[in-house]
């Protein structure tokens, strides 16, 4: 099992438990965001997960190919 595999089996069970519980998508994947960047605050500088978070949010458009092989 990947790394993938094993992080987005533990989300479908979030986000079964928060429906649940009444609890959107929406909340739960802000409060995954939220602790993802604490987690990367562990050991990157606020510039580097800045980036990191840029180069995901330029990436979101899934016709397009990465922004980083465009012409």
Same mark, same amino acid.
């Given at each position: 099992?990947?790394? =993938?595999?094993? #992080?987005?089996?533990? #989300?479908?069970?979030?986000? %079964?438990?928060?429906?649940? =519980?009444?609890?959107?998508?929406? #909340? #739960?994947?802000?409060?995954?965001?939220?602790?993802?960047? $604490?987690?990367? %605050?562990?050991? $990157?500088?606020?510039?580097?997960?800045?980036?990191?978070?840029?180069?995901?949010?330029?990436?979101?458009?899934?016709?397009?190919?990465?922004?980083?092989? $465009?012409?």
């Amino acid at each position: 099992m990947s790394a =993938h595999q094993l #992080v987005a089996s533990h #989300v479908e069970g979030a986000l %079964k438990e928060a429906a649940n =519980h009444g609890i959107s998508d929406d #909340v #739960v994947a802000r409060c995954l965001l939220s602790e993802a960047i $604490r987690l990367f %605050k562990n050991g $990157r500088s606020n510039d580097d997960i800045a980036a990191e978070l840029t180069a995901a949010a330029d990436n979101l458009d899934d016709d397009n190919p990465l922004i980083f092989i $465009r012409p």
